[in-house]
Structure formats: C-alpha cells, structure tokens
C-alpha cells in the first residue's frame, strides 16, 4: 500500500460571491479537518473589490493567497493551484461548507486502494449523483433538527465505507492524487474554456490511464451549486455553455452517456442514498425502536406478524425498523413510515438464514454493525425463530436495552408442538429430551437442546425486560428461570375486531368454522375427523386460511366453504358467517389471535385445554374446553347439542362480555410506557466494518470488469491483469485470497483472457 502524504493543499477559487466565500474559509479553517493541509485562495480577478480586502484579512500560517492578473475561470484557476502545490490536492468550489473530520476521511478512502486517483465526498446540491438523497438535479436541504456539522455525523455513522466505484467524480470538491497529475496532467482548459464539464473530463482521462474515481460515502460536505461564479451568467453559467460542454463530453467519452442513462433509470440505488434517504426522512428528531421477527408485517399471515403490524401502526412516537427474514432466506430490514407502509434499507452482505443454532460469531457481527448503524433505543424481540441464540446478548454488549416479547414458546424449545405444559417448560423439555436419547441415534440433538436450556437461561438474565401476552405465559416463564421474576410484565396482544350485528344461530344450518393456517398443529386432523362425522350433512362448515397440505381432502365435502386466503381486515365479515369456531390446538401456544376475535366477535369456541389459549378459556369461563385425548368426540356431542338448542350459543356471552379485550392503541399505550421507561443516551460505536479494504477490492475489480465490458475498451485485457496482480499480491495471506481466485477465474472467462 502506498504512503499517505504528510499534508494536503486545498484549493479555493474565489471569483465575487463573498458571503459564501467568507463562510467557505471559515468552515476550513475553524472545523477539525483531522488531517495536515495548506489552505491556497485564488481570486479569479473578481470585480468586487471587498474581495481583495477580505482575503488581506485572512491571517492564519495555513493560507496562502494569490490574485490572478487576468481571469483565468475555473479550469485555469485551479490549474494555478495544482501546479503551484507539488502534492495531493483538493479543489474545493468556494460556495461549500465542509464537516469535521471532512478531509481524514478523505484521505483514508483515497488510499484504501492504490489504483484510486479521484475522490469526491456526497453533499446535499449542485453535485449529480453525489446530491443525497435525492439526486442529480434535485437540492437537498439539511432537515429540521439538525445543523451541518450533525448532519455530517449522522452521515459518518451511518456509512458502511463502500466507496462506490463511478466514471465520473465531480468538481465541487475532489481529491486527485499527485500520481494522477504526474500521469495525465491538468485541467483542459484549451477544451472546455473556463467552466463547466472539465472535471468530468479530467476524471474520463484519468479512468483511461487505469486509475479509479471513488465516491466517498463516509463524508458529507454542504454545497450552494452556482454560487461560485454566480455573477458571471452569461460567460460561465449559462444553460448554452454547460449544454456545449455536455455535448462536448459525450462526443468525447461516448460510453458517459450510456453509463449515465443506465444510472439515471435505476435511480439513486447505492447503499449510501438508500440509507441516507432513511435519515433524512424516517430519523427525524425520533428516537428508534428495532423490532426483530421471523417475517415480513407487510402481508402478515401468522398471529404475530399481525400482531406486530398493529404494534408498529399505532406506535408513532417512536420510528419503527423490523428485521425479518425474506423468502431468500436472508436478512430484511425495514422502517414503518407516516403512512403505514414499509420501505426496505440497505443491509451489508445480508444475514444468512440458520435455523435453531445457539451461537454464530459471525451473525453477532453483523446484527452488531447494524445496530452501530440505526442506533436503537431498544431492540424488541418478537419471534427469533431462525436466528442465532446468541444475538439476543448482542444489545446487552453494546450498552443497548432490549426487550423479549415471548409470543411463542418455540422460543424455549423448537419444536413446540411437543410441549404439553401440563407441567413446567423445563419438565417438558426434559421429557422430550429423554425420548431423544432412548433413540440412541440423536446423540447430538438431545445435546443440542440440553445446552440451548443453557442458553436461553442466560438470556433471560440478560435482557433488560421480558413480556408476556398473559399472566399463564407469565407464570412458565418464571417457573423456567426464577431470574425473570423482577423484570416480566403482562402485556395482553392486541383484538381488533369489528363486532358486526351477531346472526348467531339464524342460519338454517349450525355453521362451524376454522380459521387460521390449516395444518395438524392447529388441529387440521381433529376438524377432519369432525366434518368427516357429519355424514347427513346437517352442519355447514367453513375453512378461511392457508390449507396447500389438505386441499384435495377439504376439497371433497360439498358442504364445506373453503376460503385459501383472506384479507385480515376483512376477519369480521367471516366471523360473521360462522356460529361455531373450533381451535383444536395440538401444541401449546403463548396467545391466539383467532380465540380472541372469535370471542369478541361473542362467537360459541370449542377449545382444546392445552398452552395459554386453553387456559384463558377455562380459566374465564370463556367457552368449552377439553383435552385433545377427548376433543373429537366431546366437540362433536357439544355441535349436536347446540343443533338441537340454538339458546345454548349464547351460555358464554355474559362472561365474554366481562373479559377485557385491548385494542391496539391500549397495547401500544402500555408498551410506550415499557419504552419511555428506558433512560437513552446518545452512545458512540465503534463501526467494526470501517475500511474492510478486501471487500472494496473485490468490489472495485468487478465494477471495472464491467465498465470495461460495456464501454468495449481495447486495452481491458492489460487493465484487468493489471488490478489482478494488485488484488492478489495484497489478499495473500489472508483469507480472502482463495475467494478472490475464484472471482478471478470467472473475469477471465467473461472477459475472455
């Protein structure tokens, strides 16, 4: 890797606009650049004589200042510069305002790579691609809440350090190595005259000569656009002249403008806008909540996603990101935004799916840098199927609250629907552990589940506050390990439902309905074995929900409505079709929604006694319950009773009617209060992934691989060789160098070398 130079002379063109000068010095001089520099002022022969006598002002050992004779333009101005200096340098238009640490940064992504030559930071207006968040011709003002140099941290904070590979950097601020000068020379002012299109110029020409143009997507400085020759309209900023130097680009560099249209159609797709169009938007003055579940809320189909969608709805008071699994089996994540829609955020690499493993130090990290990039006030855990164990001790590590929501005992033991619950979860646990190990054959899973027990112990010690939907799932909990006596509070789930007007029992037929996902676990052989006893057919039936694994045997029964799917707005209208609605529950479960809709709905339920659903029932005195040994039977006697005295459909709507149902603003109401109870600082992490220069050079190889491949470069097989060697010679030895190969092997294929 090649040296950083000791110092850095910035160049400042100056021509009139002297408010924007002053406050362009001043940013300079006054902010922590973290990095040595000279400071040369050029006045481009400005006729506004306070110019000259500002600049005589400016006392300090790092300026130097000089005046042109004649006016030079932009081009020629800092040509000046560029051959006065005889190191790196920084042309800086004089209407920016840079941050602090602005040319550190810089520096660092400069030479995180030997093949760079240009750097150009984002910046809010007047930069093309580089304006974030949005970009090109669009102006960015700095949010309310924030003033520039928090805006620029914000910035810093939130960068994954991709340095981006681009054709073209741009003028308003780059960073050119000295090599690059030494190679290629400077600006073309014979070209392109005094302004406008000799930057991309200048970078087009230093791409040819093998070099990199990197984005810098950790620094943020504030650009006015136009300002710096704003007086002279009608020589330099004219529509007609950057509309000739355009044309004079593209007739130069006809591969620009194909590059350029293919960039403009997929938008502002880069990490960095991506992520910085989030804060912009969604961070606002708010603090966060990081919300962890097994899928997506969007189209929610299980319980808990419906759940948690109605969490994050109402929760406005706090900006809502959802971590998730998609159906790649990697990780999503996404903010729940004013109008109740989520946006997907950019995640490095992605979180690869690992069902039930304990520990993953390598998912740790990640789930760490991504907390290191929204800074959460709390994480939330919802449902952690599919993750690693171990990230639920990532929060505490990090000084960050966290919160377990048990909505499901999978969380205790996987596979669940082995837990009975008649006695304790470890109990239970235990048992089914035994008749693992009398298999003599899966050794390593009764292993497995022994130190999980282990584990999910410490992590209830761990985390900051555990909820529970219901003082049953309360009771487990605590029964499991005592040291969530002191931190477990009773949350019940959110019911809402529209209680249309009841037509209980007015059918000509008893109708009896299952809803929700039909599969053996929810009792899809129990509701079988019942539709298959009435023979007569004197009951109508209804199935609304996902049934793939039972619908050629559902599609067999005349009088059966099978309705695959449903909007769950939409649960009340077919509530209202049903009298009767079974939940022959096979495994035990922490909360069910359809119980709860059903009940508000004051529909008759059949329930098996088994988890918290079974013992709300029984407990209130909320319908029938029985065992799963004697549901079938018993269900079917309890319908044919019911057939003959329609009366009896209403035994339980006095108690129902006494049974407090929460609706989602209730619910959030109380976990507002679980959040606002937490103290929250603004902490400072170390971003693990800073300058992973491996992954930027793997980057960096593809992205000219393909330049090459579109622009048809007759020298690609010498350039591709070229960054080759400098990849290999530097990944050898570590563990990047075999991956790297691999890469390589397909270059040479696609680029047939």
């Known amino acids: 890797m090649e040296s950083k130079p000791e110092s850095v002379d910035i160049i400042i063109a100056v021509y009139n606009a002297l408010d924007y000068v002053k406050k362009s010095i001043a940013s300079v001089l006054e902010k922590d650049a973290g990095y040595k520099f000279r400071l040369l002022v050029i006045d481009d022969k400005s006729p506004d004589s306070e110019i000259k006598k500002f600049l005589k002002t400016v006392k300090d050992p790092r300026v130097e200042v000089f005046y042109n004779d004649e006016n030079l333009g932009y081009s020629g101005t800092n040509n000046r510069g560029m051959k006065y200096s005889t190191g790196d340098v920084v042309l800086l238009n004089s209407d920016t305002e840079v941050t602090e640490g602005w040319l550190k940064q810089l520096v660092d992504c400069a030479y995180s790579n030997d093949q760079i030559g240009t750097v150009s930071p984002f910046t ?183 759940i948690i969608k109605q969490i994050v709805k109402y929760n406005d008071e706090y900006d809502n990101y959802i971590l998730y699994w998609d159906d790649k089996k990697a990780c999503i994540l996404k903010i729940w935004d004013e109008n109740k829609k989520s946006k997907p955020l950019y995640v490095k690499g992605g979180f690869k799916k690992n069902n039930y493993k304990l520990n993953d130090k390598k998912f740790d990290s990640q789930f760490k840098e991504l907390i290191n990039l929204i800074k959460p006030k709390v994480v939330h855990f919802h449902s952690v199927l599919g993750y690693p164990i171990s990230m639920l001790l990532v929060p505490n590590s990090l000084g960050i609250d966290s919160i377990l929501h048990i909505h499901d005992f999978s969380f205790f033991y996987p596979p669940y629907w082995d837990l009975s619950l008649s006695s304790s979860i470890q109990d239970n646990i235990n048992e089914n552990i035994n008749k693992i190990e009398s298999s003599n054959l899966r050794e390593k899973e009764s292993l497995y589940y022994k130190n999980r027990s282990v584990l999910i112990k410490t992590v209830l010690q761990n985390v900051d506050m555990i909820i529970a939907p219901s003082e049953f799932v309360k009771e487990k909990t605590v029964e499991f390990n005592n040291a969530a006596a002191n931190k477990i509070k009773v949350v019940p789930n959110p019911v809402d439902v529209e209680v249309l007007s009841s037509k209980n029992g007015t059918n000509s037929k008893l109708a009896i309905g299952f809803i929700g996902t039909f599969t053996k676990f929810k009792g899809a052989n129990e509701f079988l074995s019942l539709i298959k006893k009435d023979e007569e057919e004197s009951f109508d039936w209804v199935v609304a929900g996902p049934n793939d694994e039972f619908k050629d045997e559902l599609g067999q029964f005349k009088n059966l409505e099978l309705i695959d799917s449903f909007d769950h707005k939409k649960i009340a209208e077919i509530l209202n079709k049903i009298d009767v609605v079974l939940l022959p529950l096979q495994c035990a479960e922490t909360f069910n929604l359809v119980l709860h809709e059903a009940l508000k709905a004051n529909k008759y339920v059949i329930c098996t006694y088994i988890g918290a659903p079974g013992n709300i029932v029984k407990t209130y005195d909320l319908g029938k319950v029985f065992s799963r040994k004697d549901y079938i039977s018993k269900a079917w006697n309890t319908l044919l009773e019911l057939d003959k005295d329609r009366s009896k459909l209403s035994e339980f709507k006095e108690n129902i009617s006494n049974y407090k149902f929460l609706n989602a603003q209730e619910v959030v109401a109380q976990l507002k209060k679980i959040y606002d109870s937490f103290k929250h600082e603004d902490r400072k992490f170390d971003i693990q992934y800073k300058k992973k220069l491996n992954n930027l050079r793997v980057k960096s190889i593809i992205e000219t691989n393909r330049l090459i491949e579109r622009q048809g470069y007759s020298k690609k097989r010498k350039l591709i060789y070229k960054v080759i060697d400098i990849v290999s010679d530097q990944s050898r030895g570590t563990i990047l160098h075999r991956p790297i190969k691999k890469i390589f092997s397909k270059l040479r294929k696609s680029a047939k070398i």
Not at 124 to 129: D, H, Q, T, V
């Open 124 to 306: 809010n207006s007047g930069a093309g691609l580089l304006n974030v968040p949005d970009f090109y011709y669009k102006s960015n003002p700095i949010p309310e809440g924030y003033n520039l140099d928090s805006w620029g941290k914000t910035f810093n904070d939130i960068s994954i350090y991709s340095y981006p590979t681009t054709l073209t950097n741009v003028g308003y601020c780059m960073y050119i190595k000295r090599k690059v000068i030494d190679s290629i020379g400077y600006l073309d002012m014979d070209t392109y005259g005094k302004g406008y299109g000799e930057d991309n110029d200048y970078c087009l020409r230093a791409h040819k000569a093998g070099f990199l143009n990197i984005n810098d997507d950790s620094t943020f400085i504030q650009h006015e656009g136009g300002r710096s020759f704003a007086t002279q309209q009608e020589k330099y900023t004219s529509e007609a002249l950057v509309f000739k130097n355009d044309k004079v680009v593209e007739k130069k560099y006809p591969e620009v403008r194909a590059w350029l249209d293919r960039v403009l159609e997929e938008g502002p797709t880069t990490p960095m806008h991506q992520n910085w169009w989030f804060h912009q938007n969604f961070f606002s003055s708010k603090q966060r909540i990081l919300h962890v579940v097994r899928d997506s809320v969007d189209n929610a189909k299980g319980g808990i996603e419906q």
